[in-house]
C-alpha cells in the first residue's frame, strides 16, 4: 500500500497493550486520546499491568471489555482476531520483559499473541530503568523488533521510579499518541533513515525585547519545528533543538532542547552546534527587525511617548549557515534546509516570493508555507512546497504538521552526504 492511499479518515482499530510497568497510569491518558478522536480501541494489559491500573479503569477508558488470558471469548478466536483486524498496536508502557517476550515469539497471553498475528503497524513505548534500557540483552531485543519491522520509540531522559533520573522514561501520552496518529495517516513515516547523523533544528519565533514589559515578535507557535524535531530523533538521528519562544511544548523525548528567546541567542546557539551536524533545519520564524534600543523601563504613555521605534536589522542565520559552509566553518556536506512562510501579493505569488528567496538565501532545500486565515501559523495542520535548489519543486499535501515533518526528513536524508 502506498502512502497515498493509507487513508487516515474515520475510525480505525487500535488495540493498545500495556505492559506492568509504573508507567502504566499513562496508558489510560493515551486511550482517552484514541478514543476521544473517534477510534475503536482494545485495552489489552498483562496480568502484571492489572496491578498498576485495575480492570475497570480500562474498561471504562475504552468501552470494551478487558481480558489478558489467551482462554477470553473463547467463540470469537480473539488471541488472533484481535491482531489480525487491527490498524494499529501501541504497547505502552513497553517494559523489558514484554519486549524480551515479543522478540522470543511467546505467545502465552493475549499481548503477547496479538503481536503474533498483527500485520499492521506495531508501535512499542519503553519504560524501565537506565541499566536495563541501556543492557546488553534489550539493546539486542531493540534491534532485533526494529528489524522485524515494528517500530521502538526512543525512550525520553528524566525522572524513573523512586530518586532515579536517565534515559527510559516512557514519552508522555501525548507524543506516543501524536506519533501514532501520524502512522495511520502514512505506515511508513518512521524509518531509522538517520541513525547516525546528527541534525539541528530550530523552532519557535524569537522575541525582541522593547522594554522591560513588551517585545516585537510574531505568531509562530514553534509546533513545526518540534514535530521535525520529534520525528528526527524517532528515525534515529542524535538531535539539537534550538528553541525560541513556543507555545508550551513539550519536550521531545531523546531531543536535547536549547532554549534561547532573541535573534542574536538563536544566531550563537546554531553556529555553535552547526559545526559538527550533517544537517540544520531552520524552521524557526526569527525575527528579521530588532528595536535599535532597548529601554531599561517601561514605555509610559503621554508626553514623552515615541512617535515611531527605529528599528535594525537582524543577522540573517540562514544565510550565514550557507556562508559558514562555503568559508569551511562547516563541513562542505552539510545540508542546510530553510523555511519561508510567505503570501501572495501584487508582484507575485508564494512560489514566485520563495523561489527568489531560495536562489538568495543559496540552502539546499526551502520549506516552503502560505501563511495567513488560519494556515501555518498556531494550527496543528500545515502544507506547502518543497523547492531544491536543483530546481526540483513537489507539493506537500495537507495534513498534520507530523505529516509534513515526515516528508521534509524524507528530503533531507535525501540530500545527506553519504558517510
Known amino acids: 500500500m502506498s502512502d497515498r492511499e493509507s487513508d487516515s479518515a474515520g475510525p480505525k482499530r487500535i488495540v493498545v497493550g500495556v505492559g506492568g510497568g509504573i508507567a502504566a497510569y499513562k496508558s489510560c491518558a493515551l486511550v482517552r486520546s484514541f478514543t476521544e478522536n473517534g477510534h475503536r480501541v482494545r485495552v489489552i494489559p498483562t496480568e502484571s499491568a492489572l496491578q498498576f491500573v485495575g480492570r475497570a479503569t480500562f474498561e471504562a477508558l475504552s468501552g470494551n471489555p478487558v481480558h489478558t488470558g489467551v482462554f477470553a471469548d473463547v467463540p470469537e478466536v480473539a488471541h488472533v482476531r484481535l491482531g489480525q483486524e487491527a490498524d494499529l498496536v501501541v504497547?505502552?508502557?513497553?517494559?523489558?520483559?514484554?519486549?524480551?517476550?515479543?522478540?522470543?515469539?511467546?505467545?502465552?497471553?493475549?499481548?503477547t499473541a496479538t503481536l503474533l498475528t498483527a500485520r499492521c503497524p506495531v508501535v512499542f513505548a519503553p519504560a524501565m530503568h537506565t541499566e536495563m534500557w541501556e543492557h546488553p540483552a534489550t539493546v539486542t531485543n531493540v534491534a532485533t523488533l526494529r528489524e522485524r519491522g515494528n517500530i521502538v520509540i526512543e525512550p525520553a531522559s528524566g525522572r524513573l521510579t523512586g530518586k532515579d533520573t536517565g534515559a527510559g522514561r516512557m514519552p508522555e501520552?501525548?507524543?506516543?499518541?501524536?506519533?501514532?496518529?501520524?502512522?495511520?495517516?502514512?505506515?511508513s513515516a518512521l524509518p531509522r533513515d538517520l541513525a547516525g547523523r546528527r541534525l539541528v533544528i530550530s523552532a519557535g519565533g524569537t522575541r525582541e525585547p522593547l522594554d522591560p514589559v513588551r517585545y516585537l515578535g510574531n505568531r509562530s507557535s514553534g509546533k513545526q519545528g518540534y514535530a521535525i524535531a520529534r520525528l528526527a530523533a524517532q528515525?534515529?538521528?542524535?538531535?539539537?533543538?534550538?528553541?525560541?519562544?513556543?507555545?508550551?511544548?513539550?519536550?521531545?523525548?531523546?531531543?536535547?532542547?536549547?532554549?534561547?528567546?532573541?535573534?542574536?541567542?538563536?544566531?550563537?546557539?546554531?553556529?555553535?552546534?552547526?559545526?559538527?551536524?550533517?544537517?540544520?533545519?531552520?524552521?524557526?520564524?526569527?525575527?528579521?527587525?530588532?528595536?535599535?534600543?532597548?529601554?531599561?523601563?517601561?514605555?509610559?504613555?503621554?508626553?514623552?511617548?515615541?512617535?515611531?521605534?527605529?528599528?535594525?536589522?537582524?543577522?540573517?542565520?540562514?544565510?550565514?549557515?550557507?556562508?559558514?559552509?562555503?568559508?569551511?566553518?562547516?563541513a562542505p556536506g552539510t545540508?542546510?534546509?530553510?523555511?519561508?512562510?510567505?503570501?501572495?501579493?501584487?508582484?507575485?505569488?508564494?512560489?514566485?516570493h520563495a523561489r527568489t528567496k531560495l536562489a538568495r538565501k543559496g540552502c539546499d532545500l526551502l520549506v516552503v508555507n502560505a501563511v495567513g486565515d488560519g494556515k501555518a501559523f498556531e494550527v496543528d495542520h500545515n502544507d506547502g512546497w518543497l523547492l531544491g535548489a536543483d530546481g526540483s519543486e513537489s507539493a506537500i499535501e495537507p495534513g498534520s504538521k507530523s505529516l509534513m515533518a515526515s516528508r521534509v526528513l524524507d528530503a533531507v536524508a535525501g540530500l545527506l552526504a553519504p558517510k
Open 91 to 111: 504497547i505502552a508502557p513497553a517494559t523489558a520483559d514484554l519486549m524480551a517476550r515479543a522478540v522470543a515469539g511467546r505467545a502465552d497471553d493475549l499481548l
Open 173 to 187: 501520552p501525548e507524543e506516543i499518541f501524536a506519533l501514532a496518529s501520524l502512522l495511520l495517516e502514512r505506515p
Open 235 to 330: 528515525r534515529g538521528a542524535e538531535v539539537t533543538l534550538v528553541a525560541g519562544a513556543t507555545a508550551e511544548l513539550a519536550d521531545p523525548a531523546a531531543v536535547e532542547v536549547v532554549n534561547v528567546r532573541t535573534a542574536e541567542q538563536m544566531r550563537e546557539a546554531v553556529m555553535k552546534h552547526a559545526v559538527d551536524a550533517d544537517a540544520v533545519i531552520m524552521s524557526a520564524a526569527v525575527a528579521d527587525f530588532r528595536p535599535a534600543t532597548v529601554a531599561t523601563s517601561k514605555i509610559k504613555k503621554g508626553a514623552d511617548e515615541p512617535n515611531s521605534i527605529p528599528l535594525i536589522k537582524n543577522d540573517d542565520i540562514l544565510a550565514g549557515l550557507v556562508q559558514a559552509r562555503r568559508d569551511g566553518t562547516l
Open 335 to 352: 545540508t542546510i534546509v530553510g523555511f519561508a512562510a510567505e503570501t501572495g501579493d501584487a508582484s507575485g505569488s508564494v512560489l514566485d
